[in-house]
């Protein structure tokens, strides 16, 4: 089934795609309609503002990467910076470029991905732009949270000795991608035939539909812990390491065995004859939470599921280091991913 | 000159761009360099959030619009949509794709229009993203601002009897459309000609560079005037009056002799052989100002300068009419600009 938009129009479309939405955050006061959205917020609160630009053949591939999880993808990756700050997404604003290749029904798909994130996290729809591209498809989404003042974590408070923390696993995504990549180059032209993932489903699962640390925040609320300093790793491990250590002036020392990796993220880097710590370090898309604590949260967070510590802060003097697990050092190099850098 | 933008990469591009930013207003926090932007507004305030996204081929041709003169428009006509709620902008983020074929000096002529702006309206840049594009230029401005909440005003709170108002004057930047689009084709190939607009200065400035209309939102301010439902005029009077009549449940009458229409703008629609009425009332991309008020302010915005009243709120039953100059009545309809919609 396939419905021109152009059958809609603009106003129409944007009808359909919100119809429905209900506002679950007291904060949210007048959504999609009017000139602007209305929030506001508790007179305790600072607001946390956030973007992302995601252009199609850039930053996704529509050969593999189904509408739904996309508009799921590209909702989650902006609360996962709210997280970052330590804060809670409240809302997004969505607006979508379409060629003329894509169908109603084809937005129906993409709106209901993002429609289903910001239904798990309790964040509201409350306006956007919707309109045409002469080629391919844009996806550009704001996310405002909020957070107390005093909660609120930055990139530059890290400190001397503090422990370098991360959340889940790294490399993960990356190999998805690796998967996908080699899978549409062996299945160019054929159209009946299935690709056999069985036993790399995590690997696709993170690079296809990755969550955001809402759960790694509370726990550390609970916890009452307050990171000195935190954000997400979307670029790579080493890249957001250096963010750290650049803006809060100092060094530091992170450890190759500690760095948490799956084992089918190992797997699948021995088949495709990668190292395995450039995969971690490097391979950008984990959404996981990098945040350092003081020394003195060290039990605290030890026992925290979910939670490794990978090393610790150092003077900046020192440089940012990877301890190899034979003891060599290596300076730290932002491989991450960076679309507009020279290749 | 032209240097590539791969020679400095993303962080290198966006430390460029942003460079010496300084916030200027209290509510910005935080601006550019961490996972998100922080703001805290005062008590009394709610806030204002809307976007736009503008695709290159689409919004704009670079064949005829300068870069700064574009990023100055793509600021200006969110500030317009934060001024018809009767707020005030205050924060923008601005994500930009980009393709290979400009340059790191292509990027600061269109940043510097976006800085233009801003400064002149008192508005902080607080984020954004950089990343590159298959093809062409991609903008996606959100621009957030605030209202103490009993002078907000929504597009349906207009009432039987009101008057209606708009600022300015209407179809200069569709017939400035016109008028580049003209020289575009007349000009094909040849390089070194430059075409003669002598006389047409107002048209080319009003779809170039438009401004938004503060001025009005303050002389209302001062004349204790809150309207009781407003919008700005982006996609022609016509649509406007027709989103404001279905949101309020009223009807309308707008009198064709009262339509504010420049000198320029007739002139040249009659070079063109186009029905100026047509062209006031669906040409779009005008910014002005368009609000109801009560009967009793009456006096009080018939004496404001840059403002005309243009006809009256009816009840629902009565329809949306536009009355010509010899007195027959003509249904309203939307032909506004919408890049979706079947031609």
Known sequence: MRTEIASIGEFGLI????????????????????DAAV?????????????????????????????????YKSAVVNF???????????????????????????????YSGIRLACQQYGVDIIGGDTTSSLTGLAISITCIGDAA?????????????????????????YMGLQLLEREKVVLQ???DIQPDFTGKEYLLERQLKPEARKDIIEKLAEANIVPTSMMDVSDGLSSELMHICKQSHTGCRVYEEQIPIDYQTAVTAEEFNMNLTTCAM???????????VPLADHEKVANMEGVKLIGHITKPELGCLLVTRDGQEFELKAQGWNPLQEK
């Open 15 to 34: 009808d359909r795609l919100t119809d429905k939405i209900e506002l679950q955050n007291s904060s949210s006061k007048l959504g999609v309609g009017d």
């Open 39 to 71: 929030l506001k917020f508790e007179e305790d609160k600072e607001v946390l503002v956030t973007t992302d630009l995601l252009m199609e053949g850039v930053h996704f591939d529509l050969t593999y990467v189904p509408l739904k999880h996309l508009g």
């Open 149 to 173: 003042k005093d909660k609120i974590v930055y990139r530059n408070g890290a400190k001397d000795t503090d422990l370098i923390c991360v959340s889940g696993d790294l490399g993960a995504a």
């Open 189 to 191: 032209g054929e159209k």
């Open 282 to 292: 490097n391979g950008g898309e984990d959404y996981e939470l990098l945040f350092t």
């Open 80 to 110: 996962s910076d709210i997280y970052a700050m330590n804060g809670t997404p409240r809302q997004i604003t969505v607006s979508l470029a379409i060629s003329k290749r894509f169908s109603i029904e084809d937005m129906d798909e993409l």
